[in-house]
């Protein structure tokens, strides 16, 4: 079983940058590809980016490509979205999302075995 935590979620301006963390616990972080998701309201939930689990692969969604990026951190047990040039369009419940042992990194539709409970953002025009 693992346990998923966001956090740095807030109310931001246009142009102002956020980063979010996800906090794993219950073991196997290490083994397990990451990935943020992200649901506007009205909308189906969407992918925003992933990482692999050796962290040397990251897979990121064309409409945040070149303002966000993800990392992890394996001794922290932690994965991170920095995410910059925040635009409103970009407000949205992002969810933390693990992936199988050794699986492919999470995507709409497959590869996601626990969901953390989301954290709002929030972008101001």
């Known amino acids: 079983q693992v346990q998923l935590v966001e956090s740095g979620g807030g109310l931001v301006q246009a142009g102002d940058s956020l980063r979010l963390s996800c906090a794993a616990s219950g073991g196997t972080f290490r083994r397990r590809a990451m990935g943020w998701f992200r649901q506007a309201p009205g909308k189906e939930r969407e992918f925003v980016a992933a990482?692999?689990?050796?962290?040397?692969?990251?897979s990121i969604a064309d409409s945040v490509k070149g303002r966000f990026t993800i990392s992890r951190d394996s001794a922290a047990n932690t994965v991170y979205l920095q995410m910059n040039s925040l635009k409103p369009e970009d407000t949205a419940v992002y969810y933390c999302?693990?992936?199988?042992?050794?699986?492919?990194?999470?995507?709409?539709?497959?590869?996601?075995?626990?969901w953390g409970q989301g954290t709002q953002v929030t972008v101001s025009s």
């Open positions: 999302a693990a992936g199988s042992p050794f699986g492919p990194m999470p995507s709409i539709g497959s590869g996601v075995s626990y």
């Open positions: 990482i692999n689990w050796g962290g040397g692969g990251t």
